[in-house]
């Protein structure tokens, strides 16, 4: 469903559009990769006297990440097809290589706020690394029930509590994740006891 119409005449004056795009590869490893585009729908004077004309994109980064199977980066690049301040945005981009080691599902928007935060990165690479560990999860929901042992104990799913739609005691867990439901009443109360 889409969002209501506004409720007042409007123009429209930025736009920003991130991709993310992923591929099993040969190697037996996964490539991730988000991009990030902004421009305006008005042409406006640039600092230098030139014209940025509507639609122009004047920020262009792109991020890959390759991960194996427990979701641990091992290669990592940043590029830049288009950014305002030129070789001043698109010179932090080898930093980015620093990804390699960090784990998109363990506390990996922590370790980026950590590693390039304010200064230390490029606001809108930093913003890509963000979308990384959701489209990680898509990417590999399927790999991980192929590879999935029968005779294993199954582990409760990392998802379960991750967001409002799968609490435990909630209908998707109901449903689909019935091992792992808990009713309403039966979860545990705040200090004071009461619901």
């Known amino acids: 469903m889409p969002l209501p119409a506004p409720n007042s005449p409007r123009k429209p004056l930025h736009n920003r559009s991130i991709?993310?795009?992923?591929?099993?590869r040969e190697d037996g490893l996964w490539d991730i990769e988000a991009e990030l585009i902004d421009y305006k729908s008005y042409d406006y004077s640039r600092s230098s006297g030139a014209v940025q004309k509507a639609g122009q994109y004047f920020h262009h980064m792109h991020l890959r990440v390759t991960i194996d199977r427990s979701f641990t980066i091992?290669?990592?690049?940043?590029?830049?097809?288009?950014?305002?301040?030129?070789?001043?945005?698109?010179?932090?981009?080898?930093?980015?290589?620093?990804?390699?080691?960090?784990?998109?599902?363990?506390?990996?928007?922590q370790q980026i706020k950590d590693r390039y935060g304010r200064t230390a990165g490029c606001t809108h690479i930093t913003e890509l690394a963000t979308v990384l560990p959701t489209a990680a999860v898509q990417t590999m929901a399927n790999q991980r029930r192929v590879a999935a042992d029968p005779t294993k104990p199954a582990k409760r799913p990392f998802q379960l509590e991750g967001c409002h739609a799968l609490r435990l005691d909630g209908l998707v867990a109901k449903e689909h994740y019935p091992k792992w439901y808990v009713a309403p009443n039966s979860r545990k109360t705040g200090s004071t006891g009461q619901a």
């Open 19 to 24: 991709q993310v795009h992923s591929f099993e």
């Open 74 to 109: 091992l290669e990592a690049v940043a590029a830049y097809d288009a950014a305002p301040y030129g070789d001043e945005c698109t010179a932090i981009a080898p930093d980015y290589a620093d990804l390699v080691g960090m784990n998109l599902l363990k506390s990996f928007r």
